[in-house]
């Protein structure tokens, strides 16, 4: 069913982790909407290049805080708070874990707080890994996952579960208008070379010219999101009155052999896969059910894994 546009023009909207991959799409997609956005952001993982084209841009701020630390004096009521703040590759699980519980918690609180005191519509991000290793194909929002608590993956996959139930505690107690996005693999433009997750890794080996890296035998399964589709079913669910969790992503569900070959095509390189033990606690298979999405929001995806991937291509090589 259509979903009718709700934060537009003379809307105020804050996003934490403002300038990171993702989150600086979202900043250009409610700009063009005629919102004002202010994004903060520690810049742990994110960059000031992401959002550099808005420099000149009136209605954009860019506030260099941690949510970890509580929110500096923001002034002015917002009519939207997007939590997007928090790293989300596999590398930085073991490089910043402390950091990353903490975003989920410590700063989860303080904006769900925020929105509570300016009665705003809260959205957070979530992720596909609160599903684990699942044991369900494709994973539907009703499935509960299969994580493991201590693994090295946990600080991210449990923080985000926190998260969720820290957003549904605020909605049933406080009336909270709340909503949470899970998030699906998703690459395109403004991805960290060095971000350690497959795509980037794979585009970045290939234009070198060096061995691609698939760890285990590659034939583990994702499935993997456009930026833009992302962002578009962010800003459906944004607009929509939904409370409950919403999967979005992509059903085109390729394994890790067929993207670091596919890449390598794209690109034209010489590059030969090289295997690599499998890292710990890593998802067999990995597929979004997009019932919901569809039914509630009218999402669809649109843009395929070769176009994404040659639009992703010409960003790094830019």
Not at 294 to 311: A, D, H, M, S, W
């Amino acid at each position: 069913m259509p979903v009718t546009q709700r934060y537009g023009e003379g809307h105020r909207v804050l996003i934490s982790g403002g300038a990171g991959f993702v989150p600086s799409h979202l900043a250009d997609a409610l700009l063009a909407r005629g919102c004002e956005v202010v994004a903060i952001d520690n810049f742990i993982t994110g960059s000031k290049d992401n959002v550099a084209h808005l420099a000149d841009e009136p209605r954009f701020t860019l506030v260099e805080a941690d949510v970890i630390d509580g929110l500096p004096p923001l002034p002015g009521r917002f009519d939207a708070i997007l939590h997007m703040a928090s790293p989300a590759s596999p590398p930085d699980f073991a490089k910043v874990p402390l950091q990353i519980l903490k975003a989920n918690s410590v700063g989860t609180l303080a904006l769900l707080d925020r929105a509570l005191a300016d009665a705003a519509r809260f959205l957070m991000a979530s992720t596909s890994e609160v599903y684990g290793d699942p044991q369900v194909h494709p994973q539907p929002e009703t499935y509960w996952g299969n994580v493991n608590p201590n693994g090295l993956r946990s600080v991210y996959d449990e923080s985000k579960r926190f998260s969720e139930a820290a957003a549904m505690a605020y909605h049933r107690f406080h009336g909270v208008d709340t909503a949470i996005v899970r998030i699906f693999n998703t690459y395109g433009p403004r991805m960290r070379p060095d971000d350690g997750r497959a795509i980037p890794n794979f585009i970045t080996q290939a234009l070198r010219g060096v061995p691609i890296t698939v760890h285990g035998t590659g034939l583990q399964t994702r499935s993997i999101t456009y930026v833009d589709d992302l962002v578009r079913g962010i800003l459906l669910l944004l607009d929509s009155t939904e409370h409950e969790p919403v999967n979005i992503g992509t059903e085109h569900e390729m394994t890790m052999l067929e993207l670091a070959e596919t890449t390598v095509r794209l690109i034209g390189s010489d590059s030969r896969v090289e295997l690599l033990e499998r890292t710990s606690d890593d998802p067999e298979r990995r597929r979004p059910d997009l019932a919901r999405a569809r039914t509630l929001l009218g999402y669809e995806p649109q843009v395929g894994p070769e176009e994404g991937l040659r639009r992703t291509i010409d960003f790094f090589r830019g």
